[in-house]
């Protein structure tokens, strides 16, 4: 268990819709990522926020949009559904890294949502 | 430019063997390079990193490999057993900045399917 929760765990809608994805990070990790996987993309990076604050963006479509919350948690919002955004969604989670040197890259994923578009 | 390319696309292994995924990258700002290891309906889960100031960095039965003037990186799984049999993805990122929050978003390779048999 890497500590990064996700739900929900399975997802089906239809063309058009609009869902929301949660994740919690785990505790004390300031940093979310936002990947999508799918069988022809492989893992892509869509979007990373810091405390708050959008930090990088990816390949990320315009109906797709995020945020991160005062409590840390984050959700991703995909919007005007297409079949092709069917895919796995992963949220990763890391600790701050300061200036000092300490902390780490390691990037520890949740369990995923299958979204499934229909 | 961010582009990290993973071969082979899957693996057959015997069980006691050893296993060998490669990597390019080709972006020479990358400064981090994890392994990710995914079961099927699973997140990926961090195996083993390296940086590019050593050659090689080895955790029991995982050793990488690294090539910083071939652009190169590689997972060598020693004694290779049918639980190991799982997906494999190579990955790259870069700090941005001099201090402050790492960005830290990954570049995957396409990932390897690594079968094990007993």
Redesign the interface.
Known sequence: DSGVTQTPKHLITATGQRVTLRCSPRSGDLSVYWYQQSLDQGLQFLIQYYNGEERAKGNILERFSAQQFPDLHSELNLSSLELGDSALYFCASSVAWSSGGAGTDTQYFGPGTRLTVL | QQQVKQSPQSLIVQKGGISIINCAYENTAFD?F?W?QQFP??????LI?IRPDVSEKKEGRFTISFNKSAKQFSLHIMDSQPGDSATY?CAA?H?RG??????????????TILTVHP
Request: avoid cysteine; hydrophobic fraction near 25%.
């Open positions: 981090y994890p990710y309906g699973k997140g990926p889960a961090l990193a993805f990122s700090r001099a201090g402050g929050t790492s960005y830290g978003k990954l570049t995957f390779g396409q990932g």
